[in-house]
């Protein structure tokens, strides 16, 4: 008979255990912070790069109002959502506009927000598959280096957004079992603010929405009331926003602007492989001055008519560009395996390989998902098809992603999990085999 160690159940709770996995996650995001602030020039103003995001909170914080997205006075905008602007431009009017406080202040608020994100992963791996599958998809998370690097270097809502996506899909699966209208009105309202946060989730929202009417009306609840709920409630959410774009931009916006730029940048005579991004007016004088001179939403969509009609022109190029995207979305390069691995150099080389392993992982862990799962995979499935949607249309950076990659990270667990059970059972049906073998000897 084999003895297990003593101290094995003490190491098997800590693996386990949702605390462990989050403060461990929180000291690897910390340590690159540091790592991150010893690499910057010692003078100058290095600390915050020229995004939209950073330039509309300025304005907000200096009493201007949601405006100037490109670091000149511009009038209002609608090219960044509100919620991580505004939370941007309170850091700021606490610890004093572009300063190094500031930069530390809202890039630890990331770190702590990319760490707590364990929890719902941990939680709907723990509803959905098993403890084991949970605590690995927990620990990927933490340990993911792109999950770090974006945590701690970009000044955007991706951290925020990764955090409200996967509470939003553990609010989901909670609501599904659930016949009260108060947790229905909750699931509008996280699906809400995640809009908010990050207006790509909202093509997300319908499908997990029609799971959990689905499984409402498996139980035989009202779900016409329910789901009435949710929709009103997600409606009153958005409400403010969208109003005040209707009001300032005159009907001509609803909840981003930018939507017709974006797509001109992927879709245009001079994109080279995915996109064009060095044309974007926050960097090209030319482009800048004609956002200025037509103001945001002609510019918008005058460049919205340009890429439909590069589209219609050119579908062969078009269909080439959204290829590369689909490529870079689930592989970090839009370059092929081989071109990235002839480089020879490590860093590519190993991530070239994590990157691929964890797509491959992933995918399967989906399959086996709906396989064995069937419902209950119909959410992750719907965040892996729909959420890069529009990126494979406009155009693609390996951080656009990172909201969809606990899924990811859970999906890659279970495959692994499960493959390891297959493992074991044929093992252990072997050992039976042999020592059955050996007793029916004479």
């Known amino acids: 008979?084999?003895?297990?160690?003593?101290?094995?159940?003490?190491?098997?709770?800590?693996?386990?255990?949702?605390?462990?996995?989050?403060?461990?996650?929180?000291?690897?995001?910390?340590?690159?912070?540091?790592?991150?602030?010893?690499?910057?020039?010692?003078?100058?103003?290095?600390?915050f790069p020229l995004y939209e995001v950073v330039s509309v909170a300025k304005s907000v914080a200096e009493g201007h109002g949601f405006s100037s997205p490109l670091y000149l006075p511009s009038g209002p905008t609608a090219m960044v959502t509100p919620i991580y602007t505004y939370i941007l431009a309170g850091v700021?009017?606490?610890?004093?506009?572009?300063?190094?406080?500031?930069?530390?202040?809202?890039?630890?608020?990331?770190v702590s927000l990319s760490a707590l994100t364990c929890a719902p992963i941990i939680a709907i791996g723990r509803r959905v598959f098993s403890a084991g599958t949970a605590a690995l998809a927990g620990w990927i998370w933490a340990a993911l280096p792109s999950s770090i690097f974006y945590a701690v270097v970009w000044i955007w809502d991706t951290s925020l957004s990764t955090l409200v996506l996967t509470l939003a899909l553990w609010t989901t699966y909670l609501?599904?079992?659930?016949?009260?209208?108060?947790?229905?009105?909750?699931?509008?309202?996280?699906?809400g603010i995640g809009t908010l946060v990050n207006s790509a989730m909202l093509p997300v929202f319908p499908g997990c929405l029609a799971f959990?009417?689905?499984?409402?009306?498996?139980?035989?609840?009202?779900?016409?009331r329910t789901a009435a709920a949710t929709l009103l409630v997600f409606s009153v959410t958005l409400s403010p926003w969208i109003i005040r774009n209707e009001r300032v931009f005159r009907g001509k916006v609803f909840l981003r602007s930018n939507f017709g730029l974006e797509l001109w940048l992927g879709n245009n005579p001079e994109v080279p492989i995915s996109c064009s991004c060095w044309l974007h007016p926050t960097s090209n004088a030319k482009e800048r001055a004609r956002y200025l001179q037509l103001g945001e939403v002609d510019y918008v969509q005058e460049k919205q008519r340009q890429a439909l009609q590069f589209m219609q022109a050119h579908p062969s190029d078009t269909l080439r560009h959204i290829y590369h995207r689909f490529m870079e979305t689930w592989t970090g390069f839009?370059?092929?395996?081989?071109?990235?691995?002839?480089?020879?150099?490590?860093?590519?080389?190993?991530?070239?390989?994590?990157?691929?392993?964890?797509?491959?992982?992933?995918?399967t862990g989906l399959l086996l998902a709906y396989r064995t799962l069937r419902a209950n995979a119909l959410p992750l499935l719907n965040l892996m098809a729909v959420f890069p949607v529009v990126y494979y249309l406009c155009h693609m950076d390996p951080r656009y992603r990172?909201?969809?990659?606990?899924?990811?990270?859970?999906?890659?667990?279970?495959?692994?999990?499960?493959?390891?059970?297959?493992?074991?059972?044929?093992?252990?049906?072997?050992?039976?085999?042999?020592?059955?073998?050996?007793?029916?000897?004479?």
């Open 92 to 110: 700021f009017r606490l610890f004093g506009t572009l300063s190094l406080q500031s930069s530390i202040a809202i890039r630890l608020l990331d």
């Open 334 to 363: 839009s370059d092929s395996f081989a071109d990235i691995w002839a480089s020879k150099l490590l860093f590519l080389r190993a991530t070239l390989v994590l990157n691929y392993s964890l797509t491959i992982l992933a995918f």
């Open 402 to 442: 990172q909201p969809i990659e606990p899924v990811i990270a859970m999906l890659a667990a279970f495959a692994v999990v499960r493959g390891l059970s297959v493992l074991r059972s044929r093992l252990t049906f072997s050992q039976q085999i042999s020592t059955a073998g050996v007793k029916s000897q004479p």
């Open 1 to 47: 008979m084999i003895h297990r160690p003593q101290f094995l159940p003490t190491v098997q709770k800590l693996f386990s255990s949702p605390l462990v996995i989050i403060a461990a996650a929180f000291v690897a995001r910390v340590g690159y912070t540091i790592h991150f602030f010893h690499g910057q020039p010692a003078t100058g103003n290095h600390y």
């Open 175 to 191: 609501v599904a079992e659930r016949n009260d209208a108060k947790a229905w009105s909750g699931l509008g309202f996280v699906w």
């Open 212 to 224: 959990a009417v689905y499984r409402a009306r498996q139980r035989g609840v009202s779900w016409f």
